[in-house]
C-alpha cells in the first residue's frame, strides 16, 4: 500500500524530488533523430537568452513559465518539443559589474590591461554565470538542459564572425564616421534602441546672435520684412535668435540654418554673425531640412552634436568642431573659461554668461524626450565618432514582407503595425562598442600596407605584402549582434549539423514587448539572410510585471519580488498558477510587494484545493482494482455522464485558449471545472455512491469516473501547475488492463471527442445544480439554520425539468437540506421566499413564522428594478435599426430571448410583489 498523501501541501517535499526524477529520467531532451528518423513533428522555443550576471526578477519568473506551459503542453501532444536554454554575455552589463569590482579594490581596467582584464571577467562569468538557469530549475522550467548555450561559446562566437564576414563582402557592413548615441558613463557607442528616450520636464533658452557689422543692412531689411527671429541689442547691434534645450552644444555652431525658400531669410544667406562668447563668426546657411513653419524658422547648426545637423554640415560643407571629450567634458575646442567643466555644469555657465551679454532672450519650460543609456540611465550625447555600421534596409525588406503577407504573426496583434513601421524607416545599425569585453570585431589594420582585412580566422600576416605587423581593430560588437542570431547559432550554424536541419525553423518566440526592436526584428532579418526563413511563426509579446501602484519593479524603487522568494513560502506552482491567471493578452500584471501572501493567493489557494481534491479522491477509490470507464458504461449516473461531458468540453477550451495565447483563459477554465464543477459538485453528489449506498455497481461507476476525470483534469492542468498535478498522478491507481504513460510530463494530451458528450446530462444537472444553489441562497439570505430542513415548491416547470429533479431529490436533500418537494402552485402554504430560474420555473420556500415580511418586499423590489434595467437595455439594442440589420441573425434572436425571459421573471416577481402587499 503506498504512503498516505499528506494532509496538507508542502511544496517544498515534492518539487525537488519529483524535478530530479524528470531530469534523471530525461524528459526534457529530444533527440534530432525523433524529428528526422521517427518524423514526429518538432516544436522549439529559444529562450531569450538573459544576461549571464542576472539573477531571477519577475518578469524572467513570468516569460519563462509561459514557455514552459507552451513546451509541456506540445510535448504532451507528442511533438518534439525542445526548449533551448542560454546566456548572453551582456557586453556593458557585465562589464560594468567588474569595473565596479575593481573600483571597490582601487583599481581599474586600464591598470590590468586588455588581456587580464578580459580574463578576469571570463573567471567572473565562470563563477556565477549561469546561475539564472539553475533558478530557472526551481520554478519548473523543463530547458533541454544539455543544450545549454553561452553567447561567447566558441560555436556561438565562430557564427558572429562568419556573419561579419558575409555581411562584409557584400558592402551591408561599412565604416564611417556619423554622429551616434554615446553614452560617458559607460564610454561606449549605442544604437538607437539602447538609448531609450525618457519624457522630461526640461527648458527651451533662446539665445541671441550679434551679426557681423557687414551684415547689418541684410538684417535690417529681414526685419522691416517682418522676420520675427531678428531684432535689435541695447547697443544697437542687429541680432538672430536661436532656440536650444541644449546651450552648452552652442559652443560648437559653424552655421545659424534656414530654408531656402523662406522669403523673410532669403536676404540673410551668407550673411555671417558673431557667435557670442568664442570670438568666432558663422554662417547662415539655407537648407531644405529646416522646417520655416516650426519656430522662428531658424536654426542653429552643431554638426559635431546633432544627426540632423551633421547632415546639413556634410551638405554645406561645414568642418565639424566636437567641443567634449569622451566622458561629456568640454575640451580644448571651447573658449579657456568652459575647458574641464562638465556638459551640465558648463550650460549653467554658458547662460550665465549669455545673461551678462544682454543675449538671453528668454527661456520656457519644455517636455521633451531625453535619451538615456538603458544600462546605466545616463544621459546619451550625440557624438561624432568612426564606427562600425549595417545597412539595415536590404535586410528589412523580407522581414517586413513576412509581416505583412502573415507569414509570422503577432500577438496582441496591435504589435504589428509597431513593427512594420519601424522596418519601413528603419536606419542603419551601429554595431561597435568601446568595450573590452564581448565579441572583436574580426577587423585588422595591416601597417605595412595600410589594407584593412576583415577575415574569418585571426591572420598571422597580411595576405597582401606579408607584414605580421598587425592591428586589431579594439572595439567589440554590440551584444545584440550575436543575440540576433540565436534561433540558428544555437544549433551550431554555419555547420549544417542535425540540430539545425530538425529544429530550425522554431515555432513560437516568447518575450517581452521592450525588445521587439533589440531583438525580434532583428532575428528575423537574420534568419532571412542566412537561413533563407523566418525564424519562427508566431511572435507572443506578453506584459509587464509590476508593483500595485502600476510601476515597473526596479531595485531602485524597492518594489520588486524575489521569485525565489515566493517559491519557498508558497511553492512553484502557487507562483506559475498566479502569474499565468493574470496574464490577459496585451495586459500588464500587477502584484504587490509589500503583500506576498495576498498577491498569490491565488495560486496558493488553488494548488491546495488540487491537492485536497486529490487527497479525497484516492482516500475515496480506495487500493482495490479499478475498472475502466467503458466496462461501466452501462452503470454510469447522470451525474458521471454530466462531468465526463464537461470535462471533454474543457479540453477543447483549454486547447483552443492555448493556441491563441489565452493563458487567463486556460486558467479560468481550469479552476472552473475543476473547483467549480468536480470538486464543489460532482464530488459532493457522489459522495454517497462511494460509500457504496447506491449498491455496488454503482460505487464502481463512481470510481472508475472519478480515476478517470481527476487523470484527465490532472494531464489539462499539469503544464500551468506540474508539481502538484505531477505528485498527484503518481499516487492514481489505474485502471486495470489499461496501459499506463511512463510519467504525466509524457503523459498524452487529452483529446476532445464531441461523441463522448452527453447535453441531457449537461442539462439535467445544470438544472439540478441551479435548484439547489436557489435553495441555498434562499435560506442564507434568510437565516434559516444549516441544520433545518425546508419544504420547496417547483411551479411552471417544464416536464423534462420536473423529471430531472425527481430523479435527484436525493441528492437535492442532502445538498439543500430539502425535506420536502413539491411541484404545483405553492397555494395555502403563506408567505415564502420566492425565485425564479432561468427556465423560468419558480421555487416558492414557505417560510412562514420566520420571514421577514418588510425584506422580502425590498428584495423584490430590487429585483424588479434590476430585470427592468436589463430589460430596458435590450429593447434599446433591438430598437437599434443598425443591430438588427446588420448583426447576425442567432446574435438577434438570443436578444428577444433575452427580452422575453426578462419580462416573464419581471411579471411573476411583480405579481409577488402584489401578494405580498396583500400579506
Partial sequence: MAEPLAPRLDPGAIEGPLYRRWMERGYFHVPARAVLEEG???????????????????????????????????????????????????????????????????????????????????????????????????????????????????????????????????????????????????????????????????????????????????????????????????????????????????????????????????GLIGARVELPLTGRTIPVIADAFVDPEFGSGMVKVTPAHDPNDFEMGRRAGLEPLNVMTPEAVMNENVPEPFRGMDRFEARRAVLEAFEREGLLAGVDDHRHAVPHCYRCDTVVEPRLSEQWFVRMKPLAEPALQASKDGTITFTPARWQKVYEHWMENIRDWCISRQLWWGHRIPVWYCQGCGETLVLREDPSACPHCGSEDLEQDPDVLDTWFSSWLWPFSVFYWPDETEDLEAFYPTQTLCTAPEILFFWVARMIMAGYEFMGEAPFTQVYLHGTVRDAKGRKMSKSLGNGIDPLEVVERFGADALRYTLLSACAVGTDIRLDHEDLEGSFAPGRNFANKIWNVGRFTLMSVGDEPVRPLPSVQGDLEAMDRWILSRL??????????????????????????????????????????????????????????????????????????????????????????????????????????????????????????????????????????????????????????????????????????????????????????????????????????????????????????????????????????????RAPADVVERERDKERSFREQMDKLEAKLRTLAEA
Avoid at 463512481?702 to 499516487?731: C, K, M, Q, Y
Avoid at 417560510?847 to 427592468?868: C, H, K, Q
Wanted: include cysteine.
Fill in 40 to 266: 514526429r513533428a518538432p516544436y522549439t522555443i529559444v529562450i531569450p537568452p538573459p544576461n549571464v550576471t542576472a539573477v531571477l526578477h519577475m518578469g524572467h519568473g513570468l516569460n519563462n513559465t509561459i514557455q514552459d506551459v507552451l513546451i509541456r503542453w506540445k510535448r504532451m501532444q507528442g511533438a518534439a518539443a525542445l526548449w533551448v536554454p542560454g546566456t548572453d554575455h551582456a557586453g556593458i552589463a557585465t562589464q560594468n559589474v567588474v569595473e565596479r569590482q575593481l573600483a571597490a579594490e582601487g583599481t581599474t581596467r586600464f591598470d590590468l590591461g586588455r588581456d587580464a582584464f578580459v580574463e578576469r571577467v571570463w573567471s567572473f562569468v565562470e563563477e556565477t554565470g549561469g546561475t539564472i538557469l539553475d533558478q530557472l530549475k526551481a520554478i519548473g522550467a523543463s530547458c533541454d538542459w544539455s543544450r545549454t548555450r553561452f553567447t561567447l561559446d566558441a560555436e556561438l562566437s565562430r557564427a558572429v564572425r562568419e556573419v561579419f564576414v558575409r555581411l562584409y563582402e557584400k558592402g551591408l557592413i561599412y565604416r564611417g564616421e556619423y554622429i551616434i548615441n554615446w553614452c560617458p558613463r559607460c564610454l561606449t557607442a549605442l544604437s538607437n534602441e539602447e538609448a531609450e528616450g525618457e519624457e522630461s520636464d526640461g527648458k527651451l533658452h533662446h539665445l541671441r546672435y550679434p551679426f557681423a557689422p557687414e551684415a547689418s543692412d541684410a538684417a535690417r531689411a529681414a526685419a522691416e520684412a517682418g522676420a520675427e527671429a531678428i531684432g535689435r541689442l541695447p547697443d544697437g547691434r542687429w541680432c538672430l535668435t536661436v532656440s536650444t534645450t541644449r546651450p552648452e552644444t552652442m559652443l560648437g555652431d559653424t552655421a545659424v540654418a534656414v530654408h531656402p525658400d523662406d522669403e523673410r531669410y532669403r
Fill in 648 to 885: 471533454d468540453r474543457t479540453a477543447e477550451a483549454v486547447s483552443e485558449a492555448l493556441e491563441r495565447f489565452r493563458l487567463h483563459e486556460v486558467c479560468e477554465r481550469l479552476y472552473q471545472f475543476m473547483w467549480g464543477e468536480f470538486a464543489d459538485w460532482y464530488l459532493e453528489l457522489a459522495k454517497p455512491r462511494l460509500r457504496g449506498d447506491a449498491g455496488e455497481a454503482s460505487r464502481q461507476a463512481a470510481r472508475s469516473t472519478l480515476v478517470g476525470v481527476l487523470d484527465g483534469a490532472l494531464r489539462l492542468l499539469h503544464p500551468l501547475i506540474p508539481f502538484v498535478t505531477a505528485e498527484l498522478w503518481n499516487r492514481l491507481p489505474w485502471p486495470e488492463g489499461v496501459e499506463r504513460p511512463e510519467d504525466l510530463t509524457v503523459a498524452p494530451w487529452p483529446v476532445s471527442d464531441p461523441a463522448g458528450r452527453d447535453p441531457e446530462a449537461e442539462a439535467e444537472l445544470e438544472a439540478l445544480r441551479e435548484l439547489i444553489t436557489t435553495v441555498r441562497s434562499l435560506r442564507k439570505e434568510y437565516g434559516v439554520g444549516e441544520g433545518q430542513g425546508v419544504e420547496v415548491v417547483v411551479d411552471g416547470a417544464e416536464e423534462a425539468f420536473r423529471a430531472a429533479v425527481e430523479r435527484q431529490r436525493a441528492a437535492l436533500a442532502r445538498m439543500a437540506r430539502v425535506d420536502a418537494l413539491a411541484f404545483g402552485r405553492p397555494g395555502g402554504r403563506g408567505v415564502g421566499a420566492h425565485a425564479v430560474l432561468q427556465n423560468g420555473a419558480e421555487v416558492f420556500v414557505p417560510l412562514s413564522g420566520v420571514i421577514d415580511l418588510d425584506r422580502e418586499r425590498e428584495r423584490l423590489e430590487t429585483e424588479v428594478a434590476r430585470l427592468r434595467g436589463q430589460l430596458e437595455g435590450v429593447r434599446k439594442k433591438l430598437g437599434n435599426a443598425a443591430f438588427v440589420e
